[in-house]
């Protein structure tokens, strides 16, 4: 039995007969019971990034005189599975719409350790947020302000909010998924062109003007699939001044920031992933240094907080598909690429279309010492762009039947998932210990059909 390395999980293991098991699991039997594609999560694996990151965070904050708490944001993945894993792991919740808000209750996380973001929260957002007395809501805009005050006001109760600000740091793998630039929707802008307050500040200033609201924090999330921790610092820098320009104005100390998510994964063999160590002491010292410049001399950081979603639970899953058509097609240099078709594709995982994102695959169901051949793994959608894998090398011999894994499909695979072509999304399998355990169903074309009113 041999360890898979990166980007493999932890317990991926080639077993003696070429065939691939995650966490005591043969795929093979996995695929025989439960059928393809599944969604396969690798329990441990899972945990154990939970606990790196809130370890790493914990000591770079306890060595510079701060506490921490780690929000594993849900949009990346959430069930109530994940959610208890997460909670028994010491980390809270991030939460961006109703569904992933009314998830985390049903896995009993308690509501103070449950975050809501969204730019255009709905009414039901706000109220379930305030009724069940979640930990924190991120206001996005100067009308939220308003309207989060307004609803607590109606409700009577008094609601704890962080101010989301755009730092202007770009950052990330792709311009969809960096989110601090100042031209896109997220967030209250730093900038102020023409001299006056800017829009962050202002957001803050009526925070503390309505009585309703508690200001917990400010936020900002520069982006996600972040490979180089020194825009984390920039963030964090800017962040402090705002929070210090907020002391200026109005003596409140903000009492904590949240720098986000956004630490990047290994996608490819030989990738290096962000290591959580890393990425913490260039937060914490950051904070630590703008601290200094500022002259804000022995005051107490700001309590920390970050929301990594990506680096807990993608590399944490692969997806098991069935390899049908192979087909040797001529490509415009001359050269052969082999199509290999799986029976999922861009409905289950829209990464590579959307991003030009690339991943990792290999046979799992046997070895093989036929030499390899260049392939591009394909869908089975009516779209030449339903592609699984761009460019991978598998053996010469892939052919109907084989069971094909894709690496590190964790985090937005199955919460970004659709059902184009009516074609119902895949379960999710947990794995661990030698048990597999479905957390979350697969959708059958009876479920589909039951929403259709005719
Ligand atoms: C506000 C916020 N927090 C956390 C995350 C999680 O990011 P990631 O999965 O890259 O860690 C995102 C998504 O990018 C986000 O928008
Ligand atoms: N969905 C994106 C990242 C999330 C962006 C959320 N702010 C991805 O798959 O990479």
């Not at 062109?193 to 009585?211: I, K």
């Not at 010292?285 to 005051?299: H, N, P």
């Not at 998932?417 to 119902?424: D, E, G, K, M, W």
Request: hydrophobic share 45%; net charge negative.
């Amino acid at each position: 039995m041999t360890a898979m390395p990166t980007p493999w999980p932890a317990t991926a293991r080639r077993t003696s007969d070429g065939s691939v098991e995650i966490g005591g699991v043969a795929l093979t039997e996995l695929a025989a019971s439960g059928g393809t594609p599944v969604y396969v999560l690798d329990e441990l694996d899972a945990r154990e990034r939970a606990r790196a990151y809130r370890d790493a965070f914990a000591a770079a904050c306890a060595e510079a005189g701060t506490e921490v708490d780690v929000y594993y944001a849900g949009k990346a993945f959430l069930s109530v599975a994940v959610a208890r894993w997460m909670t028994a792991e010491g980390l809270r919740i991030d939460t961006a719409s109703l569904g992933e808000l009314t998830t985390a209750l049903r896995a009993d996380v308690a509501p103070r350790d449950i975050g809501l973001h969204g730019n255009n929260k709905s009414e039901p957002e706000i109220d379930l947020a305030l009724r069940s007395g979640i930990g924190r809501l991120v206001l996005d805009s100067l009308p939220e302000v308003t309207r989060v005050a307004d609803a607590a006001r109606a409700l009577g109760v008094r609601a704890p909010v962080m101010v989301r600000v755009t730092t202007g740091v770009h950052a990330g793998g792709h311009e969809y998924i960096s989110t601090a630039h100042e031209d896109q929707k997220f967030g209250l802008s730093l900038a102020a062109p023409d001299g006056g307050d800017s829009p962050a500040l202002v957001a803050v200033l009526a925070v503390l003007e309505r009585p309703e609201l508690e200001l917990l924090g400010l936020h900002s999330h520069i982006g996600s699939q972040i490979l180089d921790p020194a825009g984390f610092g920039v963030a964090a820098r800017a962040v402090m001044g705002l929070r210090a320009a907020v002391a200026r104005r109005t003596g409140v100390l903000v009492p904590e920031l949240d720098l986000g998510g956004g630490f990047g994964v290994a996608y490819l063999p030989g990738e290096v992933p962000l290591d959580p160590d890393r990425a913490a002491k260039e937060m914490v010292s950051a904070l630590a240094d703008a601290a200094r410049e500022l002259g804000e001399g022995d005051a107490p950081l700001p309590r920390l907080s970050i929301e990594p979603g990506r680096s807990v639970i993608g590399p944490a899953g692969v997806t098991l598909y069935t390899v049908g058509t192979v087909k040797p097609v001529r490509t415009e240099d001359g050269s052969t690429r082999t199509y290999v078709s799986v029976d999922g594709g861009m409905s289950d995982n829209i990464r590579p279309a959307l991003y030009g994102a690339s991943y990792h695959a290999e046979i799992v169901s046997r070895s093989s010492t036929a030499p390899a051949v260049r392939c591009r793994v394909v869908g089975k959608h009516c779209e030449s762009g339903d592609i699984v894998v761009h460019d991978v090398a598998l053996p010469g011999d892939v052919a109907a039947g084989d069971l094909l894994a894709v690496a590190v499909t964790g985090a937005y695979g199955r919460s970004m998932a659709s059902t184009y072509n009516l074609v119902p999304r895949p379960g999710v399998v947990a794995v661990a210990g030698g048990v597999a355990t479905p957390i979350v169903r697969r959708e059958s074309v009876a479920d589909l059909l039951a929403l259709d009113l005719g």
